[in-house]
């Protein structure tokens, strides 16, 4: 731990913050990950951890390397743009995924799929870009 | 002193990642469905990716940085490939 206490203290009380709230909000979405009831609650949650748990870790991660190499480390970026990129695509994928699983074995709680294109029935059939 | 707290805080925030890594293997082994498997492995491949950046910041190199970014490219194909899967039943079509 030689290199973390060569850190100005305000540059460690900055990083001890945002380290531990980007662990704490990453629990918050695991714990809701277990406790939501179902997968349309569920799939919320991981959110959490890649928008401000990674955020926070990596702002953290920014301050420390940079303060001790005195230069801009900025490497982490990428991390942190790639997640943001990534996470709606991964989310819109899934949900579409299983929301058309729970359709094609006619699952109640799911809205039908005429109900969702909100076309006129005597309209001609479109591909809705699948 | 504040050596001691930004330690202390490392120390909290890789018990608290990893809580929440059992959170997610727990959601994981249980999800009542596939696409609950996969949404749980695709919260745990981040989680697992904090995780490494933590110990990176405790250690002072950068190599667990590559590491969480091959993560990171690697949860996200695979998580795509078993989104695909799930809604057309093969990856490549």
């Known amino acids: ?130 | 002193m504040s050596a001691t707290i930004l330690m202390w805080s490392v120390t909290i925030a890789h018990v608290l990642l990893a809580v929440a890594m059992v959170c997610q293997a727990i959601r994981f082994i249980r999800g009542p469905r596939a696409q609950d498997r996969v949404m749980a492995f695709d919260a745990f491949y981040v989680s697992s990716m904090l995780l490494l950046l933590t110990f990176g910041i405790r250690t002072g190199t950068t190599l667990y940085f590559e590491a969480a970014l091959v993560i990171s490219l690697l949860g996200f194909v695979s998580t795509v490939a078993l989104a695909k899967f799930l809604m057309r039943g093969e990856v490549i079509e």
């Open chain 1, 1 to 130: 731990m030689t290199h973390l206490a060569e850190l100005p203290a305000w540059a460690q009380l900055l990083a001890s913050f945002f380290i531990l709230v980007g662990a704490f909000v990453t629990l918050i979405g695991a714990v809701g990950l277990l406790t939501l009831r179902s997968f349309y609650d569920r799939i919320h949650v991981p959110t959490l951890g890649s928008t401000w748990g990674a955020g926070g870790i990596l702002l953290a991660s920014i301050i420390i390397f940079s303060v001790l190499q005195s230069r801009a480390v900025l490497h982490e970026v990428l991390i942190a743009i790639f997640l943001t990129v990534t996470m709606p695509v991964v989310l819109m994928l899934l949900g579409r995924a299983a929301l058309y699983r729970d359709r094609t074995e006619g699952v109640e709680t799911v809205p039908p799929m005429e109900a969702v294109s909100g076309l006129p029935e005597d309209a001609p059939d479109e591909t809705d870009g699948k």
